[in-house]
Nanobody, 115 residues
Framework: QVQLVESGGGLVQAGGSLRLSCAASGSIFRIDYGTWYRQAPGKQRELVAGISSGGNTNYADSVKGRFTISIDNAKNTVYLQMNSLKPDDTAVYSC?????????WGQGTQVTVSS
């Protein structure tokens, strides 16, 4: 059974940085595409950034220039480097990974940005 384990969330002041990790473990599962989502209280879940195993990326307009998604195929891990964080970035961040027709979700990690 495949699991996605997220880490790196926490509390940071506005302007600070955090790096989230999303590691796939368990049965054979090579990440073809990884995506970070976030959901703030009272708001719908939104896509933050996505990356293919070949390195093609896409970002939400709200995070362009501040967040960087990357993938380490050898470690089967997707990262989200978040810089210049704002209070509006406060949310539960979750990762999703696809391998062929399979997709799995992580449990989510809280990111809180104080003003």
């Amino acid at each position: 059974q495949v699991q996605l384990v997220e880490s790196g969330g926490g509390l940071v002041q506005a302007g600070g940085s955090l790096r989230l990790s999303c590691a796939a473990s368990g049965s054979i599962f090579r990440i073809d595409y990884g995506t970070w989502y976030r959901q703030a209280p009272g708001k719908q879940r939104e896509l933050v950034a996505g990356i293919s195993s070949g390195g093609n990326t896409n970002y939400a307009d709200s995070v362009k220039g501040r967040f960087t998604i990357s993938i380490d195929n050898a470690k089967n891990t997707v990262y989200l480097q978040m810089n210049s964080l704002k209070p509006d970035d406060t949310a539960v961040y979750s990762c999703s990974a696809m391998s062929g027709l399979r997709s799995v979700w992580g449990q989510g990690t809280q990111v809180t940005v104080s003003s």
